[in-house]
């Protein structure tokens, strides 16, 4: 490529890249992309990981999505993959049942093998439950340091990423063996789009047969997660959020009451987990989920930093406190200083019946 026209090519990527923040520097080598998927098709925070994949300032470089499980759905979301996202060169799959379940152990396995054969430079992960089960575990049997929560991209080796729960950010330059191994924070890097155009990236199957028998101790139980009617937390544009003040489950009904009225899902502070109004998965915050929604409405909740740093990041924030001083105002958009239990009975009551 001229010289001139691969300078235009890296620009080109930089610019389409909000997270990308660095210089133009080149780096040889592919990427591969470890996805989750569901319903046949690519899963929200996997397409953000894939997003930022292709923030890495290479134009000669590929990217290649691993997907794993069994069933037709699996196939179903390798030719959606193949077919509507112009940025990925290759999907790999691997077909069996030791990979139905999200276990760190098959799967970290698996990214070694793949891992093995690719020699990829780097790979990506959402920093979702999935991808923070299974990258530190795939990093250990590479031998190499991974960097997790990602949420800038400065060059192929220089990475940005929160730290002091949110309340600094860090430039690391990643100086280790290959391959460089990253967690993405979904919020910062919004999710590949699919493209108008066809695209036709080349499917092979992964070749199971050298891989390890023992697959480790772990077996699968059962997942449980927030019925299908709700958004999923991670991923939804309005997230309603309770605290301590509710003082008990029945009273969190009323910000269920209020999500289920707004199309919204639910949130919780880790008081509010901890007092066992709702269960852990819907705790937000520093070990919680991290959310960055258009709308993020905090009932009851005082503003800890801890809680802070998994939503600060929202578009517009709205906080109902019943004491003025409290350090959540510091970071609303919209403060009201309130009893919840008269708000929330108004709003319900205000607000039109959801379509
Ligand atoms: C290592 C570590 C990690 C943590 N991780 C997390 C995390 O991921 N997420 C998280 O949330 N926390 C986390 N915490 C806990 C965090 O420090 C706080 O304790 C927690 O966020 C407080 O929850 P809260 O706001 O519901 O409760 P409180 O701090 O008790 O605040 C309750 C608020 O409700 C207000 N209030 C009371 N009654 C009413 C009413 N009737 N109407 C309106 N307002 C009312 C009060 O004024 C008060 O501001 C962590 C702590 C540690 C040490």
Same mark, same amino acid.
């Given at each position: 490529?001229? +010289? ?5 090519? %890296? ?19 592919? &990427? ?61 799959? +691997?077909?069996?049942? =030791?990979? *139905? #379940? ?31 089960? %299974? ?13 997790? !929560? ?6 192929? #080796?220089?990475? $940005? ?32 789009? *699919? ?16 891989? /390890? ?14 019925? /299908?009617?709700?958004? /999923? ?7 309603? &959020?309770?605290?301590?003040?509710? =003082? ?19 949130? +919780? ?19 919680? =989920? ?10 009851? $909740? ?6 802070? +740093?998994?939503?600060?990041?929202? =578009? ?8 003025? !001083? ?6 609303? !958009?919209?403060?009201?200083?309130? !009893? ?14 959801? *379509?």
């Amino acid at each position: 490529m001229a +010289a001139r026209a691969l300078l235009g090519e %890296i620009k080109k990527r930089a610019v389409s890249c909000p997270a990308f923040r660095g210089h133009y520097t080149f780096r040889h080598g592919s &990427t591969l992309v470890v996805a989750e998927h569901e319903g046949g098709v690519i899963k929200p925070p996997s397409l953000s990981a894939l997003a930022a994949a292709t923030c890495l300032p290479d134009p000669d470089s590929s990217v290649s999505v691993l997907l794993a499980g069994s069933g037709p759905s699996l196939h179903q979301a390798a030719s959606h993959a193949a077919s509507s996202y112009p940025s990925i060169s290759k999907v790999l799959v +691997a077909d069996s049942d =030791k990979f *139905k #379940n999200p276990l760190a152990e098959p799967w970290a396995k698996l990214v070694h093998l793949v891992q093995h054969s690719g020699g990829y430079s780097h790979i990506f992960a959402a920093a979702n439950s999935f991808g923070k089960n %299974i990258m530190p575990r795939v990093a250990a049997l590479l031998d190499v340091s991974p960097i997790t !929560d990602v949420t800038g991209i400065s060059d192929s #080796n220089t990475f $940005v990423r929160p730290i002091y729960a949110g309340n600094a950010l860090c430039t690391v330059r990643y100086t280790g063996a290959s391959p460089c191994i990253l967690t993405i924070r979904s919020t910062s890097f919004p999710a590949l789009q *699919k493209s108008v155009d066809s695209n036709e990236a080349s499917i092979s199957q992964v070749d199971l047969s050298t891989l /390890d028998e023992d697959l480790g101790r772990s077996t699968y139980i059962s997942q449980s997660s927030q019925g /299908d009617e709700r958004p /999923d937390l991670g991923n939804a544009r309005v997230v309603v &959020t309770g605290g301590r003040a509710l =003082k008990s489950a029945e009273n969190f009904k009323l910000i269920e009451a209020l999500a289920e009225k707004l199309g919204a899902a639910v949130g +919780a502070t880790r008081a509010a987990v901890d007092a066992g109004y709702v269960p852990n998965d819907l705790q937000v915050g520093q070990t919680g =989920k991290i959310v960055a929604p258009e709308l993020y409405m905090a009932f009851g $909740v005082s503003g800890a930093i801890q809680h802070l +740093a998994g939503m600060r990041d929202s =578009k517009v924030i709205v906080a109902v406190n019943n004491d003025a !001083d409290a350090p959540i105002f510091q970071v609303a !958009d919209y403060g009201l200083v309130g !009893d919840l239990f008269e708000v929330i009975p108004e709003l319900l009551e205000k607000l039109p019946e959801k *379509k």
